[in-house]
């Protein structure tokens, strides 16, 4: 894919190869869209897709965010068969176990349960018991109850980047690795072409689904997008015999740990001191602080040994939800990004909406929650507080 | 010899032939194989299949060994118990 020459036009080049470009590039193309080009500035799933926690829940605390992730869900279940995949995306649905510290912590689980039921989620109130029966290693110690949803589970990016690839490469979309994106060119308020190191193509349309770089790209087009990135790092163990089904998380802990299909564990947290920025390094604290969360809330996990660590960007908009919309004053220009930690999971319908959005077409969902200028003189007052 | 016998990653369990396969559709660097394939991500941390790998992506495009890159080398270089994490961890403390 990186010996062609760049195309001199397109009529669409989407900017960034993630799980978003490559789902937004397939949408396109399933469309009949002709003429798209995806740029990505190393190779595909090189930023925050190849770098997330692998994790799919529907336990969200607001509505955008809970139907979005319920509707992606459904595709992922299908997902084999709808792309043709010869390699398996290893989706394993064993649920999300969420648990609480605190009765305050419970009280706004509760809360969120009720939103998640009234939109058809099968989540539920778990006492530690119950939680107990699920995750038997456990510490109930420090834990107050815990919610829990079947349906959510484990997704491989990789594979299902590569699923998107290969479909979108066989309806005709061509990619560009290891180009960079140098400027865009507006003329009179459209967009007018892109310029790469490799060269420049004329287009009426860009999508920015930079990750992390998605406010630089923005700029790039005179957009301002209330978005940055910030660093958030993860270890993964050695591969073991399979021990834990769902994916545990805690927000007051502050981790997420879950055993992929292929028997390691993967863990992270956030890190209330990052700076913002580009950063992706590896930290001592970083460990230490994890060593210290999960042996505390599972204890037997402190015998496996870690065998990496890395660290991703989250892009993370003012009300932790993503924007997936276009630009009101730079005509041709569309941005999904802001997803605050969770793009990898939302990717079906990041890739639905917008395909829909640019091409006129009436969307499969309301789209003001997810509209840049909800940010535009406006006190962000309700956002999403289920993020580590 | 068949491609598909012969085995470059053993701890993933990755031939020759699945190599072939990703360079055809258009995963040409080892950042990409390690991704789709797991090569060289097992315990051994690519110390086994690392240098073929590279070689293999040379002969396959035709490119001097030496403008082949190796993959990113991550921490750590062998594996560490979480518990003797924790305890050094406290032990600073």
Redesign the interface.
Known sequence: ??NKALPNTADVVIIGGGVSGCSIAWNLAKQGQKNIVVIER?????GAT?RCGAGVRQQWATKANCILAKQSVEFFEQAQAILEYD?DVEFKQEGYLIVSSTPEETAQFKKNVRLQNSLGIPSKLLTKAEAKQIVPHLNTDVIDAATFCGTDGHLNP??MT?AYY?AA?RLGVS?Y?YTTVEDIDVKNGAIHAVKTNKGTIKTDVVVNAAGGWAKEIGEMAGVDIPVFSENHEILV??PVEKMQGPMVISFSHNIYCQQTP?GAFIMGRGDKNMPKGHDVS?SWTF??D???T??TLLPP??????????GGLYNISPDHQPIISDAKDVKGFYMACGFSGHGFMLAPMTGLLLSELILGKTPSLPMEDMALDRFEGKEITEFETSVV | MDPNNVIICRCSDVSLQDLYDLFEEGYTTFEELKRIKRVGMGPCQANTCGKMVQWEIAKYFNKPLASVEFHNMRPFTMGVKLNAIKEAADDEE
């Open positions: 894919m990186k190393e190779y595909l799933t090189s190849g390699g990789f594979t590569d290969k490469k990619f690795t163990t050695e292929h590896s460990l230490d994890m060593s210290k999960v042996t996990i402190g015998e496996l040994r870690v065998i990496r660590q890395w």
